[in-house]
């Protein structure tokens, strides 16, 4: 009897395994009919992008993308813009490097045009640091912005960075050097002008309807040193006795410009509803990591609450916007090699994209993520599924330690986890168990395979996401400067606007008819 109870019971179980199986089956075959079906479901949108979102993680490769997905919601997981119907990747090599930096590819994304390493919104004729190359006029480049501006839409940026960092630089400067953010960068007797200058004197810089970041002190001379913002020595420091932020102001009053200018989250919240020209500057140096932000009214803006701040300035204009918004931060956290701060302030971009989503409607604003370069961050090993991607895997067969899931090619001090160790009066090199740290801070150098000063970038290709009007333009491998191209030709500006294609179509009406005319005289 006790035999058939046993029996029964191994039946049971038998049928209870079988059942789990085949509902697993049910479950992926389920996933896999619903993506097919919403592919089935994407149609082209056709209509003409009013309003133009760009959004750049810097540093946000495809390991990092992978990264936040599986730190918010697990590996089945998808962030929101990995739910745009429209994909395609980006070569980010520039010019003259391999492996890029991000002014070279800011260059590429806002300008259209591949650049040097280091040049900022010239051409590849202008080589680093030679100023008067950067002066002639044929070597300058036009932005998205700056086209945006010449079609009668607003125009504007966000960033976590200085304002007038590598990424943002682009959009209104002109330099041969992405380090000449202020005067005292400049070389002596330079001809030039420094990018801070560029912003608030010239054009398109003084005509930008939205400024949000850091970077006081490249525009003010003396900048204020306080323990919650201090001056950085990696920053450049203004010393001409300029204040380009008064500066500012005064321009926008002698042209009778409705403006603010805010400095932390409660003066954003609060900006006047009639403001069309909105500079904020929030930080001396870049802005704090999210994880160290204050978040307090007196405290600086997160990069959603900059993001939520610009979309109301700039959708007044009935003729729609450009706006580019920058996750800075992510590239900061992976130079120092801390993981899980990148991929903490990758989720805060993602949260600024989701942002943007539900303050625009797909038919007529397209939404484009997308990211610089990469860094050399690896997911490694065989973790099980719903590990803590920011823990450790293993064990290593050669000295039986586990190693952490994620880990740097290229890395700084930080990440050093070999020692020395004596037995025998023989000195012997041993690696660092993780299990005896806090692998899961945000303060937490990962390893890395080889030593450096810092974490260096990565050169592989970027993935970029879209939606709304010819989002499907971006759908395989692309130049990274395609991206300026296929953004006008959505939009409609620059040389796609409706002027330039009237012009277009004339003057080819015109040379048929001339060469009409020459055949038969000649015949």
Same mark, same amino acid.
């Given at each position: 009897?006790?035999?058939?109870?046993?029996?029964?019971?191994?039946?049971?179980?038998?049928?209870? /395994?079988?059942?789990?199986?085949?509902?697993?089956?049910?479950?992926?075959?389920?996933?896999?009919?619903?993506?097919?079906?919403?592919?089935?479901?994407?149609?082209? $949108?056709?209509?003409?992008? &009013?309003?133009?979102?760009?959004?750049?993680?810097? =540093?946000?490769?495809?390991?990092?993308?992978? +990264?936040?997905?599986?730190?918010?919601?697990?590996?089945?997981?998808?962030?929101?813009?990995?739910?745009? %119907?429209?994909?395609?990747?980006?070569?980010?090599?520039?010019?003259?490097?391999?492996?890029?930096?991000?002014?070279?590819?800011?260059?590429?994304?806002?300008?259209?045009?591949?650049?040097?390493?280091?040049?900022?919104?010239?051409? +590849?004729?202008?080589?680093?640091?030679?100023?008067?190359?950067?002066?002639?006029?044929?070597?300058?480049?036009?932005?998205?912005? #700056?086209? #945006?501006? &010449?079609?009668? &839409?607003? #125009?504007?940026?966000?960033?976590?960075?200085?304002?007038?960092?590598?990424?943002?630089?682009?959009?209104?400067?002109? *330099?041969?050097?992405?380090?000449?953010?202020?005067?005292?960068?400049?070389?002596?007797?330079?001809?030039?002008?420094?990018?801070?200058?560029?912003?608030?004197?010239?054009?398109? =810089?003084?005509?930008?309807?939205?400024?949000?970041?850091?970077?006081?002190?490249?525009?003010?001379?003396?900048?204020?040193?306080?323990?919650?913002?201090?001056?950085? +020595?990696?920053?450049?420091?203004?010393?001409?006795?300029?204040?380009?932020?008064?500066?500012?102001?005064?321009?926008?009053?002698?042209?009778?410009?409705?403006?603010?200018? /805010?400095? $932390?989250?409660?003066?954003?919240?609060?900006?006047?509803?009639? @403001?069309?020209?909105?500079?904020?500057?929030?930080?001396?140096?870049?802005? %704090?990591?999210?994880?160290?932000?204050?978040?307090?009214?007196? =405290?600086?803006?997160?990069?959603?609450?900059? @993001?939520?701040?610009?979309?109301?300035?700039?959708?007044?204009?009935?003729?729609?916007?450009?706006?580019?918004?920058?996750?800075?931060?992510?590239?900061? #956290?992976?130079?120092?090699?801390?993981?899980?701060?990148?991929?903490?302030?990758?989720?805060?971009?993602?949260? +600024?994209?989701?942002?943007?989503? $539900?303050?625009?409607?797909?038919?007529?604003?397209?939404?484009?993520?997308?990211?610089?370069?990469?860094?050399?961050? *690896?997911?490694?090993?065989? %973790?099980?599924?719903?590990?803590?991607?920011?823990?450790?895997?293993?064990?290593?067969?050669?000295?039986?330690?586990?190693?952490?899931?994620?880990?740097?090619?290229?890395?700084?001090?930080?990440?050093?986890?070999?020692?020395?160790?004596?037995?025998?009066?023989?000195?012997?090199?041993?690696?660092?168990?993780?299990?005896?740290?806090?692998? @899961?801070?945000?303060?937490?150098?990962?390893?890395?395979?080889?030593? $450096?000063?810092?974490?260096?970038?990565?050169?592989?290709? /970027?993935?970029?996401?879209?939606?709304?009007?010819?989002?499907?333009?971006?759908?395989?491998?692309?130049?990274?400067?395609?991206?300026?191209?296929?953004?006008?030709?959505?939009?409609?500006?620059?040389?796609?606007?409706?002027?330039?294609?009237?012009?277009?179509?004339?003057?080819?009406?015109?040379?048929?008819?001339?060469?009409?005319?020459?055949?038969?005289?000649?015949?």
């Amino acid at each position: 009897m006790t035999g058939l109870r046993w029996g029964v019971i191994f039946v049971f179980y038998l049928s209870l /395994v079988q059942s789990s199986i085949r509902k697993d089956q049910e479950y992926w075959k389920k996933l896999s009919t619903n993506e097919l079906e919403e592919a089935l479901a994407v149609k082209w $949108n056709l209509g003409e992008a &009013k309003n133009v979102i760009l959004f750049i993680g810097d =540093g946000m490769g495809p390991n990092t993308v992978t +990264a936040t997905r599986i730190h918010k919601g697990g590996e089945g997981h998808r962030l929101t813009y990995e739910k745009f %119907p429209h994909i395609g990747l980006l070569k980010t090599y520039s010019a003259n490097k391999m492996v890029p930096d991000s002014t070279s590819t800011a260059t590429a994304l806002l300008c259209g045009v591949k650049a040097n390493f280091y040049t900022m919104g010239v051409d +590849a004729s202008v080589e680093h640091n030679n100023c008067s190359a950067s002066l002639r006029p044929e070597a300058r480049l036009e932005s998205l912005a #700056a086209l #945006a501006l &010449k079609a009668g &839409k607003s #125009a504007g940026f966000v960033t976590t960075m200085r304002v007038t960092h590598a990424t943002p630089g682009p959009i209104y400067a002109h *330099s041969a050097s992405r380090l000449w953010e202020c005067d005292s960068a400049m070389p002596r007797d330079s001809s030039c002008k420094d990018i801070g200058r560029q912003l608030v004197e010239d054009w398109p =810089g003084r005509d930008l309807h939205v400024i949000l970041g850091g970077g006081r002190q490249g525009l003010v001379a003396k900048a204020q040193d306080r323990p919650s913002d201090p001056v950085s +020595a990696w920053g450049c420091n203004r010393s001409d006795g300029r204040d380009l932020i008064t500066q500012y102001i005064k321009d926008k009053e002698e042209r009778g410009l409705r403006h603010s200018v /805010v400095s $932390n989250t409660a003066e954003l919240k609060n900006i006047d509803k009639n @403001t069309d020209y909105l500079l904020g500057i929030f930080s001396n140096a870049h802005m %704090p990591y999210e994880f160290q932000r204050i978040k307090d009214p007196h =405290g600086p803006p997160s990069i959603v609450e900059m @993001t939520e701040a610009a979309i109301k300035v700039l959708k007044k204009n009935k003729n729609g916007f450009f706006l580019m918004v920058e996750g800075g931060n992510i590239d900061m #956290a992976h130079h120092r090699g801390r993981a899980r701060t990148a991929v903490d302030e990758s989720l805060a971009m993602e949260e +600024a994209v989701s942002m943007a989503v $539900n303050m625009t409607s797909e038919e007529d604003t397209l939404i484009v993520v997308t990211s610089d370069h990469t860094h050399t961050l *690896s997911i490694n090993g065989y %973790p099980d599924r719903g590990s803590d991607i920011f823990g450790t895997t293993g064990p290593s067969k050669f000295d039986g330690l586990n190693y952490t899931t994620l880990t740097y090619g290229v890395g700084g001090p930080g990440s050093n986890k070999l020692k020395v160790q004596i037995a025998d009066d023989q000195p012997r090199i041993v690696r660092t168990d993780p299990d005896t740290e806090n692998t @899961t801070s945000f303060m937490y150098e990962q390893a890395s395979a080889i030593l $450096n000063d810092e974490n260096v970038h990565g050169g592989g290709d /970027v993935a970029i996401y879209a939606r709304g009007p010819y989002a499907h333009l971006f759908h395989n491998v692309h130049e990274q400067h395609y991206v300026f191209h296929a953004i006008s030709y959505a939009a409609k500006i620059g040389a796609f606007s409706k002027a330039s294609t009237q012009y277009n179509n004339v003057y080819i009406c015109l040379l048929t008819l001339l060469l009409g005319f020459m055949f038969r005289m000649i015949n």
